[in-house]
């Protein structure tokens, strides 16, 4: 057995450049920046973060190669490539945001456990390998736990780590094990090996285990319910860029990797979740996911006090809406769900990151957020497109998303409208989520605040959430911007 | 008398995946916890060993030397967690996480 190193590295390039930035941020923090002021350490951080990663986006641009290395432990195609380029993008935010926060001392290491996060994420958004899907989940769950416990003066920071390192392992444990009887059955590490295998077996008692044991897993992964109890606790414990790096970039990665599995590993154990034709497979199964995670998500959320626990039962809906892209078992489905976790991922860092700002000036209670339109006018307004975008108004991202998903749900040919109990569930929920995606905005410009000091906002930070809020208004009106280039990709790759 | 085969393996694989996740489920302390992780990570090693054999492929036990890694990783990353937590509640038991249910 032999390849070519060059070849391998060439492909690996965005990888190795994102890694290279990890240990330059800490390196340079540890030589040069010691003794400057917290916020301008972080600016500058930031700012090496974002040259790296930037290049990499940058070099995946210009390069249309496609790799596949030995039993596809690593695949470069134009989706991977741009799954790659999102998560990068949601790393420079990320990375941005939390400019405005003063959590700790240690900002190297929290810059390089950030890179180290995504370059997990990316490598595994090009695994389709057994083995290599499980390292770099693990790279990304154990460099999360370590960044969720990052604020070292809260006790709330370490608990809710221990809680998202408690189910992450458990998680862990069951996607392992379901793996390994998937490679029992059939032999293969690969995917489509896999796919190859199964075709025939797919009534073997085995295979159901493995198939619910890998779901489960995965289920906590992307904190879809009954597997959600760590998300609310995690959400709210974490420092906040944290939480909005968890609740973006995780999710993106997590759901492309789970469709990945699902529709290559598991291609012909489908099933059918339809209303009167019930075939078992892998769409029942989710289909309960989805639509527990809209009732529980949406219904827990109406009665949160603190913004961020608020952001995390909507997160959990949210995986709900998602699923039904997946459920669609197609490739406009996938078309469908790349857009949907992206424009979310870019609504959720933004309203993370008025969290954060707002934070510095009490906490994340409904009830600091009073009066804020006489005190930022222009974050209010932000925080008014991310809400109203998160509840599915139209014009912006979150409607359209939502829109893309649910018709390609119902949209399904020969299953004839299956999943339409699923897709009327789905909306009369996301129709509750207007309560209290409201209730955040009435505080925000009806109720009179207590504490009339305006609220002053580092520039990076300002810059990214307008960014962000102009982003997501963009692509509500045109997204075929995004949707474009989805499409592209996969008919390409 | 009947030569072990793979359903041996199986079943005490199983059987350690189920004892490892009672254990995480009942047990209160975050240590005893831990360890019932590790049981579950191990019935998947056991299970990938034993499909490895009787596969006639070497990629199952190669998987597993990689996954002891990982665990090894993982309960570094857990123990410090937990001693991090220690400090701010001088407690490692699961009753004494619920600080944030508000």
């Not at chain 1, 597997?227 to 790096?245: E, I, N, R």
């Not at chain 1, 870019?346 to 906490?363: D, M, S």
Request: proline content about 3%.
């Amino acid at each position: 057995m032999n390849f070519d190193y060059a070849q391998l590295f060439s492909a690996a390039i965005p990888e190795t450049v994102v890694v290279i930035t990890a240990f330059l941020a800490l390196l340079v923090d540890f030589i040069f920046l010691r003794n400057l002021p917290a916020r301008t350490r972080t600016s500058l951080l930031a700012t090496v973060t974002a040259v790296g990663c930037l290049s990499a986006i940058a070099w995946m641009g210009v390069s249309h190669s496609t790799y596949r290395l030995d039993d596809a432990i690593f695949v470069v195609n134009p989706m991977t490539q741009l799954v790659k380029q999102i998560i990068l993008a949601l790393t420079i935010f990320t990375a941005f945001i939390s400019v405005q926060t003063n959590f700790t001392r240690h900002l190297g290491e929290y810059f390089i456990l950030l890179l180290l996060a995504s370059a997990g994420m990316m490598f595994l958004v090009s695994a389709e390998n057994i083995l290599a899907i499980f390292l770099a989940l693990e790279l990304l769950s154990l460099s999360l736990y370590v960044l969720t416990a990052f604020n070292k003066q809260s006790v709330f920071s370490a608990e809710a780590a221990l809680k998202y390192f408690l189910f992450g392992g458990m998680s862990a444990a069951f996607t392992l094990f379901g793996l390994s009887l998937i490679y029992g059955v059939t032999g293969e590490m690969n995917l489509t090996a896999i796919a190859a295998k199964l075709a025939g077996k797919t009534t073997d008692p085995l295979f159901y285990v493995a198939l619910v044991m890998t779901v489960i897993g995965f289920g906590f992964k992307v904190a879809a319910a009954p597997f959600h109890m760590w998300a609310p606790d995690a959400y709210q414990g974490s420092p906040t860029p944290v939480t909005s790096f968890i609740a973006a970039g995780s999710k993106v990665a997590s759901f492309f990797i789970l469709a990945k599995i699902l529709f290559t590993g598991f291609a012909g154990a489908e099933g059918d979740a339809g209303w009167h034709h019930y075939i078992s497979g892998w769409t029942p199964v989710l289909a309960i996911l989805a639509a527990l995670s809209v009732i529980i998500g949406n219904l827990a959320a109406i009665s949160q006090k603190s913004v961020k626990r608020l952001l995390a039962y909507s997160a959990i809906a949210h995986g709900g809406y998602a699923l039904l892209g997946i459920l669609t078992a197609d490739q406009k489905g996938f078309a469908s769900l790349i857009y949907y976790v992206t424009t979310y991922a870019l609504t959720v860092i933004g309203a993370f990151g008025v969290v954060a700002v707002v934070e510095n000036y009490g906490g994340d209670k409904l009830s600091d957020f009073a009066g804020l339109s006489r005190r930022a006018p222009i974050l209010s307004a932000c925080m008014m497109v991310f809400m109203l975008s998160l509840a599915g108004i139209p014009p912006l991202a979150g409607f359209f998303g939502k829109f893309y998903v649910f018709t390609s749900a119902i949209q399904l040919g020969a299953k004839s409208l299956g999943l339409l109990w699923l897709v009327i569930l789905a909306i009369a929920m996301s129709a509750v989520s207007l309560y209290y995606y409201l209730q955040v905005l009435k505080q925000i410009y009806v109720v009179d605040a207590s504490d009339k000091t305006t609220v002053s906002v580092a520039l990076p930070t300002q810059f990214v959430i307008v960014a962000l809020a102009i982003a997501v208004v963009v692509l509500g009106c045109v997204p075929n911007l995004l949707v474009g280039k989805i499409l592209a990709a996969l008919s390409l790759g | 008398m009947k030569p072990v085969g793979l359903e041996h393996y199986l079943v005490v694989s199983g059987l350690l995946f189920c004892l490892g996740l009672w254990g995480v489920i009942v047990r209160r302390n975050l240590l005893i916890i831990y360890m019932s992780l590790e049981l579950m990570l191990n019935a998947a090693n056991l299970a990938l060993v034993a499909f490895s054999r009787f596969n006639n492929k070497l990629d199952g036990q190669v998987m597993v030397f990689f996954v002891i890694t990982v665990a090894a990783a993982e309960v570094a990353v857990g123990l410090a967690l937990i001693v991090a937590l220690y400090r701010k509640k001088q407690s490692a038991h699961v009753e004494d996480l619920t600080t944030m249910k508000s």
